[in-house]
């Protein structure tokens, strides 16, 4: 069973663009996370999704954002970048119910110039 | 005051030696808890997850969770080189869906 995975792996942008990530859950999952991971504050969390619907909203601004599709795969987006924005986004998928046997992707590492 | 708090170490071990991994936790309301190992340059994978208090052990490694306490533990024996990570204790409150982390504790085993 193919994992999670995330496109693209590496990004470079400068202050003041927007970026999409991509992530596709491993089949069969239908709760899709996404994490933003930095030296400085470790793992945070900042949406989760389930069926096309926003469940669950961390402490980002609202430049963060996100969707699900009908296939499960999700998008993340941020808008107006900032040097701060610089992080592995991390995605996890788990089945209804499980988050607890949650199952990360390798990680979009985003490098904001 | 952080709702998880772990020591980012480094912890450095010689081969074969016993590991002792910790957090602490503020939020009585945590009924699961995770443990995560993480490569350099990988996503985090799932060694082992426990519901509310008591041990669970999976080859060589342990967990435990005392909930009176707020404090969780990773036992790992034998360790080998490939141990090598850094690991990370999660939590959650039951009905959400909402992981939180520790910082992770950065292990180096000797060969």
């Known amino acids: 069973k193919a994992g999670v995975t995330q496109t693209p792996r590496y990004l470079i942008k400068t202050r003041g663009q927007q970026v999409t990530l991509s992530c596709s859950p491993i089949?069969?999952?239908?709760?899709v996370s996404w994490y933003q991971q930095t030296p400085g504050q470790g793992l945070q969390f900042l949406f989760e999704?389930?069926?096309?619907?926003?469940?669950n909203k961390g402490n980002f601004p609202g430049r963060f954002s996100g969707r699900q599709f009908s296939n499960s795969r999700s998008e993340m987006n941020v808008s107006t970048l900032e040097l701060g924005d610089s992080a592995l986004y991390l995605c996890?998928?788990?089945?209804?119910?499980?988050?607890?046997?949650?199952?990360f992707g390798p990680g979009t590492r985003l490098t904001v110039l | 005051q952080k709702e998880v708090e772990q020591d980012p170490g480094p912890l450095s071990v010689p081969e074969g030696a016993i590991v002792s991994l910790n957090c602490t936790y503020s939020n009585s309301a945590f009924q699961y808890f995770m443990w995560y190992r993480q490569y350099s340059r990988k996503g985090p994978e799932l060694l082992m997850y426990?519901?509310?208090?008591g041990n669970k052990e999976d080859g060589r490694f342990t967990a435990q969770v005392d909930k009176s306490s707020k404090y969780i533990s990773l036992f790992i024996r034998d360790s080998q080189p490939s141990d090598s990570a850094t690991y990370l204790c999660?939590?959650?409150?039951?009905?959400?869906?909402?992981?939180?982390f520790g910082k992770g504790t950065k292990l180096t085993v000797n060969p």
């Open positions: 999660a939590m959650k409150r039951g009905g959400s869906e909402k992981l939180v």
């Open positions: 426990t519901y509310s208090s």
């Open positions: 089949s069969g999952h239908r709760s």
């Open positions: 996890a998928s788990s089945l209804e119910g499980q988050v607890n046997e949650q199952f």
């Open positions: 999704y389930f069926s096309e619907t926003q469940r």
